[in-house]
Every structure is written in C-alpha cells, then in structure tokens.
Nanobody
Framework: QVQLVESGGGSVQTGGSLRLSCAASAASGYTVTSDCMGWFRQAPGKERERVATIDKDGTTNYADSVKGRFTITKDNTKNSLYLQMNSLKPEDTAMYYC??????????????WGKGILVTISS
C-alpha cells in the first residue's frame, strides 16, 4: 500500500506562486519517489488531467498548459514530490492530486492517489 498526502495549496492572485508538496509512504520501506510519480488536477465540471510527471530517472513531462510555469521535482531522501507553480492563472484553479504507480511496476500508470488539495487563483 502507498499513502500520499498533499500540502501547500491555497488561494493566490493571478501571477502568484504556490509550491505543492506530496509526502509519500509505503510498507516495507519502499521509496515511492524512486519510481514514476505525477501531479494531476481536476477543475469543477471538468475531467481530471495530467499536469506533470517525473519518472524514475528524473525525466519530466508537462502538460502544454503549464510548460514554462510549473516545475515538478522529487526528493528520494525525503520520499517527497513537489510542484512549483509560478505565473498562476485563474484557469489553474483546481483540486490537485499526487499520484504513484504500483510499487516496483516500472510503470507510470498511476494506481494510488492522494486526497487532493485545492488551489484557487483569483483574477
């Protein structure tokens, strides 16, 4: 089992910044961040979408809508995932979710999800 807990959300004005954190834990001392992980978001009335992923070797991938503004990083020593969000826009308003695959799967197919954290951008 993998547990994911997001923090760092809140409300900022357009152009502001936020840094989301995801604390990961799992049984047997498995380092969750050693595998692929990702951030996803779901805005009201919309489907969940991928924001950014980082695979086991640190290669990152971003949705076109956030490229150049968001940065995904991880710290394996802390078993934590981060999302630095700059130049925020009202359309970034959503619930943000941290996600991880089945341990040791070698896959980026997400199987575990945090409860989410709300990010609200006001104009």
């Amino acid at each position: 089992q993998v547990q994911l807990v997001e923090s760092g959300g809140g409300s900022v004005q357009t152009g502001g910044s936020l840094r989301l954190s995801c604390a990961a834990s799992a049984a047997s001392g498995y380092t969750v961040t050693s595998d692929c992980m990702g951030w996803f978001r779901q805005a009201p009335g919309k489907e969940r979408e991928r924001v950014a992923t980082i695979d086991k070797d640190g290669t990152t991938n971003y949705a076109d809508s956030v490229k150049g503004r968001f940065t995904i990083t991880k710290d394996n020593t802390k078993n934590s995932l981060y999302l630095q969000m700059n130049s925020l826009k009202p359309e970034d308003t959503a619930m943000y979710y941290c996600a991880a695959p089945v341990p040791w799967s070698g896959s980026c197919a997400m199987a575990y999800w945090g409860k989410g954290i709300l990010v609200t951008i006001s104009s």
